[in-house]
């Protein structure tokens, strides 16, 4: 017997691979953030060290300063950078009150977000996507140099991404189109990492922030920040610690219980990082991160509504839920160590890191299985849900040798190692509809194990650039990795039979870069980027032997095709980038069936194609504006294989053909020690185009929408208070939506809409 998970517009069973099984539906400009003494060839972890993080409340700026980025992973201006990178600067985020990707999306071209609530969420650049069904991540994390989050479809890869609070975030960066030569696999559309804040060893420094907010019709939410550093020796040794907690209020109403705003989540975390540096030539750093996200109902997906029509069955932000069901947690740890050593005529760079990522979750999947289970167990009010706790933990260790950069021959090689192990559980849980109490049956319903699944990769790489005159540079770069996947799975229960296997897969991709550049000036650049990506395959899950379904899937690869355009201008006062691109992929990782179970297997094709712009004007002292556009054409370029039903000439799911984000900030003196600033930004998300289906049926429109933000606030010496205004139009954007029956026309479906109206006040002190 089938089992159909809830937010799918498909049947699938309990054994479905289990990274689809995720409860789904469906950033950028370079901000003027200014490193000071960030030089080409320093240690990153030391350039980076001078990033500041807190406003300046500086009225008197008249250019946009200069932006350093690792996205090469050495320190370098953003100008000299030639791919597309993003950059949000730490001072940005927080002026912007900024708590999750869904803050700053917009302000990144060719990023899109599809959401099914906190913890759970899929990033997608330049439309390198298969939909809310993806099951693996096509934009890799990074955390610094450390990558975060699963490699593989074993632990919800494509969905669990790692929404880290961007609380004293030196920046965010953004790497636009395919990584797959640097920085490895899963990194098909691009790259985005989080770069903290590291220990200073000169001076003691903190801050202390507190807020509270209020969403339209909804609760109140309240977030409290602090950081501290402290040198432990001067100039040698820093110890820096941030903490967080926030209160996310809820806005939706559960009628089936009377419970209100039921979607609240509480999130926990901190960071702490001990650097030492006893020389110019050497640095280590010691860093720890831990965070806890928990919701009540997070896993019960959004407002039910019929999807013809898109109005709310219950009225709006409502929805029909089980007692008892729901509950999401999720919870990070990542502890890394860094050494950097300069011998002169190379730097050595040492990454090692030991992660863990923990996933409890309890979807309601009472309305899309009642109907079928009850009548074949005798049961009138039989509730359903499936209990799916994911545990990954993952080992990595990088090693690279770097020439100086001032060479005409510039070359870099590495080679990097990673191992993880991923346990997965699905129970299917039966109780009261109405009550909640549990039904004790006399037999399993089902019951699925995966663990250990365990995947190994082995990857070296390297690059040469020749700078064959002062204005031309050419680089070359490959990337040859093997990986072996070790998967074991067992199963139970009157809905899924007895099975206990073992499956082995191994793959070996090669990735290629090519990138020639010029530079007419040192503010204008040109560059042509020909880069590769791939995302591992393995063996498939849930398909007992003898199916005839294949024992493992393969990897999926894309080349992509890139020309660019940098430019600063006006003495500093403007930048421009433009950037078009060109994608072709070939044996999409996508969901077929056979003997009632599903599994992955590679077909279909699909080109994206498009043009990103992004402009930013420091129009006058304390006044800078910004804007972004992005095209995206995504489509299908042959059909989907059988058991899925997308078409060539189809638009891939969830990539709106328009994005567009403005902006404006004020810096402004007022009397005495007192100054002020305003901004705003108005952001568009265009129409897209839902999941395609695996049983005959219409992929429906989600309507596009926009977004105003808006912002104000007063620095009174090392005092800084603020408002602002989320949502300001209270537009009912959606973000992710999916049937909750078996039938795609069945109603009703469950849609996850970005954040209502949110109106907030903060405060916070530095010293």
């Not at 280590?284 to 806890?292: D, E, M, P, Y």
């Not at 489509?635 to 994005?659: C, H, I, M, S």
């Not at 090392?718 to 973000?735: C, E, P, Q």
């Amino acid at each position: 017997m089938e089992l159909h998970h809830p937010y799918r517009s498909r049947r699938i069973s309990i054994a479905v691979a289990l990274a689809l099984l995720m409860p789904m539906g469906a950033w950028g400009q370079p901000l003027a953030a200014t490193e000071a003494g960030a030089g080409r060839g320093e240690p990153e972890a030391v350039a980076a060290a001078e990033q500041p993080v807190a406003s300046s409340g500086d009225t008197s700026t008249t250019n946009l300063g200069t932006v350093m980025v690792t996205a090469n992973k050495r320190s370098e201006r953003l100008q000299d950078v030639p791919m597309a990178v993003s950059a949000v600067s730490g001072n940005d985020l927080q002026r912007q009150s900024a708590q999750g990707f869904s803050d700053y999306a917009s302000q990144v071209p060719g990023l899109n977000v599809v959401s099914q609530g906190p913890g759970q969420t899929q990033l997608t650049l330049r439309g390198v996507t298969s939909g809310a069904n993806t099951p693996n991540a096509t934009v890799g994390t990074y955390i610094d140099d450390t990558p975060y989050g699963s490699s593989t479809v074993y632990s919800a890869g494509s969905v669990l991404t790692p929404d880290i609070d961007p609380a004293d975030l030196e920046r965010i960066e953004v790497l636009r189109g395919p990584q797959g030569t640097l920085y490895g696999s899963n990194t098909l559309g691009g790259l985005l990492k989080f770069v903290t804040v590291k220990p200073d060893s000169t001076a003691v420094a903190g801050r202390i922030s507190v807020g509270g907010s209020s969403v339209s019709g909804g609760e109140g939410g309240m977030d409290s920040h602090a950081m501290f550093n402290v040198p432990l020796i001067k100039d040698a040794l820093a110890l820096r610690v941030n903490a967080y907690a926030r209160h996310d209020p809820g806005y939706i109403d559960n009628v089936a219980t009377g419970e209100k705003d039921v979607n609240d989540a509480e999130v926990r975390g901190g960071r702490a990082q001990l650097m030492w540096t006893p020389s110019e030539a050497f640095s280590l750093r010691l860093s720890a991160l831990a965070q806890n996200l928990h919701g009540n109902a997070l896993a019960n997906g959004g407002v039910d509504v019929d999807p013809l029509t898109l109005k709310p069955l219950y009225g709006d932000l409502k929805q029909s839920r089980a007692p008892g069901t729901g509950n999401f947690g999720v919870r990070y740890r990542l502890y890394d160590a860094s050494i950097n050593a300069d011998f002169g005529w190379s730097q050595l760079v040492s990454v090692s890191s030991y992660s863990t990522l923990d996933r409890q979750s309890n979807p309601d999947a009472t309305v899309a299985y009642g109907p079928i289970v009850n009548p074949a167990l005798g049961l009138d009010n039989g509730g359903y849900s499936i209990n799916g706790p994911i545990h990954l933990g993952k080992f990595t260790q990088e090693l690279r040798l770097q020439s100086p950069e001032d060479r005409t021959l510039e070359w870099r090689a590495g080679v990097f190692y990673t191992r993880e192990h991923t346990t997965n559980q699905q129970d299917v849980l039966s109780f009261d509809a109405t009550t909640g109490e549990p039904i004790a049956l006399p037999f399993t319903l089902g019951h699925i194990a995966v663990g250990p699944a365990t995947f190994t990769e082995w990857a070296g790489y390297g690059d040469i650039t020749w700078h064959a005159t002062s204005q031309f540079s050419l680089l070359l770069g490959a990337r040859y990795t093997h990986d072996r996947t070790t998967f074991n799975q067992s199963g139970t229960g009157i809905l899924v039979g007895d099975s206990d296997f073992t499956i082995k897969g191994s793959d070996s991709p090669t990735t290629f870069l090519l990138n020639p550049s010029f530079k007419f000036s040192d503010d204008l650049m040109a560059y042509v980027r020909v880069a590769s990506g791939y995302r591992p395959g393995g063996p498939n899950v849930g398909v007992p032997p003898g199916l005839g379904a294949p024992e493992t899937f393969g990897p999926d690869k894309l080349v992509s095709y890139e020309l660019g355009l940098k430019s600063t201008m006006l003495d500093k006062r403007m930048a421009l980038d433009v950037a078009a691109f060109y994608i072709d992929w070939d044996k999409i990782q996508l969901t077929s069936f056979a003997g009632g179970f599903s599994f992955l297997g590679n077909g279909g094709k699909a080109r994206s194609q498009g043009v990103e712009a992004n402009w930013q004007y420091a129009a006058a002292p304390g006044l800078v504006l910004s804007a972004n556009a992005t095209w995206t054409d995504a489509e299908l370029t042959a059909d989907t294989p059988p058991g899925l039903f997308g078409y060539k000439g189809d638009r891939l799911p969830w990539v709106p053909k328009w994005n567009a984000h403005v902006g404006i900030d004020y810096d402004f003196p007022l009397a005495g020690a007192w100054s002020g600033f305003v901004g705003g930004s108005y952001s568009h998300v265009g129409e897209r185009k839902t999941d395609f289906q695996a049983v005959p049926g219409p992929r429906f429109d989600a309507p596009g929408y926009n977004g105003v933000d808006l912002r104000a606030g007063v620095n009174i010496n090392n005092w800084t208070l603020k408002a602002y205004v989320k949502n300001l139009t209270d537009d009912r954007g959606i973000s992710s939506m999916a049937s909750e029956t078996i039938d795609p026309l069945g109603s009703p479906f469950g849609v996850v809409y970005v954040t209502p109206r949110t109106v907030g006040l903060s405060a916070s002190v530095s010293f």
